[in-house]
């Protein structure tokens, strides 16, 4: 899995950047939040997500962590694909995502291109519990919860996927703040 790029900037587009890491180009698909965020340095660094199919290896970029790991949140979403995911980030700030989940605000998501009634309500109901663990930081950018981050990728390599792991993580957070990742890992494998 490639989960970071750092390279030379080479082309630039609102869509797609192309980055030369040690004399490979790697085409990056983006979002225009992450287009928005990117300056003229010549040198950039990504993190990633790359989706794998039987006739193609895709490359998505992300100025910041947070971005993707509400890219694969919204991945995790039956009928979300990944194009759709990628235009609700073009057309939403991450934030603004967030907000409309946690607020049940269907005509927020429905106003996004490619998404109808259906697919709105269905991006909240599967996201409303998951999107818990996303808290926010000092400059009300949110992030992922370290530790549930941690805990939840644990978890996945031991087989459990993140839709059976993320009410059980983020009940278990907020009944106890603070806890560690080992006694979160085994908590959740107790509730597993």
């Known amino acids: 899995m490639i989960t970071q790029i750092e390279g030379k900037l080479v082309e630039k587009s609102p869509t797609e950047l192309v980055i030369n890491c040690n004399g490979i180009g790697y085409s990056i698909n983006i979002s225009l939040n992450t287009f928005s965020k990117l300056g003229d340095d010549e040198n950039i ?14 490359l998505y970029g992300f100025f910041d962590k947070s971005e993707r790991s509400l890219f694969k949140l919204l991945l995790s979403v039956s009928g979300v694909g990944a194009s759709t995911a990628r235009m609700m980030l073009s057309s939403l700030s991450p934030n603004e995502i967030v ?13 996004i291109k490619g ?17 818990l663990i996303l808290q926010g930081s000092e400059n009300n950018d949110f992030a992922l919860n370290k530790e549930s981050s941690e805990a939840s990728s644990a978890l996945e390599v031991l087989g459990y996927s993140q839709k059976q792991t993320s009410k059980i993580l983020s009940k278990i957070i907020s009944e106890n703040p603070g806890i560690n990742v080992e006694t979160l890992i085994k908590k959740a494998l107790n509730k597993l």
């Open 99 to 111: 907000s409309a989940v946690t607020t049940e605000n269907v005509q927020k998501i429905q106003s």
């Open 45 to 58: 660094k990504l993190h990633t997500y790359l989706i794998v199919k039987e006739d193609s290896h895709t």
């Open 115 to 131: 998404i109808g009634l259906k697919t709105s309500q269905r991006i909240i109901l599967e996201l409303k519990d998951k999107v």
